[in-house]
């Protein structure tokens, strides 16, 4: 057994919607979650400087005695979790591959959409992802580089942002049958998203896919926590201010959570 937290990264609120998914499947783990929103979006930024700020709040998290580091943000992932995976002695997990995988077992007709931002989306790292794995499933893949800034000014349910998820998914409309949400604040807008697609295509959420690739590791390397009842102190740290991401926060996760500013 080990009790050692599991640390999460993310550009800024978007990783809520891996860790909420965590806490529903594996509820004895301890969770020290950090959010860059203060540098959000990560999508438009160079891919040198979203190396240097994903180090950052790597050796962030190192600092808190993690036993493993979920990139929980799928600009990070594409850009820096292979360098960061070589380079630690414990795990490190991104979201792009469960998300690749979960796309290909949706599929009903081999077509598949990609959302994200401009970083991954540019990066190509889905459509890779998922030619390697299944080379017969055709991926468009489309930036929503609006989609970030709407979630971290706690925009969700306005006109404004079903007015912009309409107009940005458009070229996907009926194109395809499954879309991946390629960036962990998308879960976020997902009714929008889902309402603009149709009820018949499979949105999927993944940073939800990577929680079960966590558990795989956990019990792989046997760093699951102990089931005993205990007081889980998880900790939330932004480098923005606290009011808005404790608004989110408190809304996604449905309870009052402990955040604290850091600068990096």
């Not at 604040?185 to 079960?212: F, K, W």
Request: aromatic share 8%; glycine share 6%.
């Amino acid at each position: 057994m080990d009790n050692r937290p599991i640390g999460f990264l993310d550009s800024g609120v978007g990783g809520l919607t891996v860790v909420r998914e965590l806490r529903r499947q594996l509820p004895f783990e301890q969770i020290v979650y950090v959010g860059d929103s203060a540098r959000a979006p990560y999508g438009p930024r160079p891919a040198e400087q979203i190396r240097e700020y994903t180090w950052e709040l790597v050796n962030f998290l190192l600092t808190k005695n993690v036993k493993m580091i979920v990139f929980a943000c799928n600009t990070a992932t594409a850009v820096a979790w292979e360098e960061v995976k070589e380079a630690l002695d414990i795990p490190v997990l991104g979201v792009i591959l469960p998300g690749s995988s979960a796309a290909i077992k949706a599929t009903r007709n081999g077509k598949v959409g990609i959302i994200g931002t401009p970083m991954t989306v540019n990066s190509d790292i889905y459509r890779q992802k998922i030619q390697l794995l299944a080379p017969q499933v055709a991926v468009q893949s489309l930036a929503c580089p609006k989609f970030v800034p709407i979630v971290e000014s706690n925009e969700t349910g306005s006109s404004v942002a079903k007015k912009i998820v309409y107009e940005t998914l458009a070229p996907l409309v009926g194109k395809v049958d499954t879309l991946v949400l390629g960036c962990t604040h998308y879960p976020l807008l997902r009714p929008i998203i889902q309402n603009v697609m149709g009820p018949e295509v499979t949105l999927i959420d993944s940073g939800a896919e990577c929680v079960r690739d966590i558990s795989v590791l956990l019990n792989y390397f046997q760093i699951n926590a102990s089931r005993t009842e205990r007081d889980l102190d998880h900790t939330y740290y932004t480098t923005a201010g606290i009011d808005s991401f404790q608004i989110i926060a408190n809304s996604w996760l449905n309870e009052e959570i402990h955040v604290e500013h850091i600068s990096l």
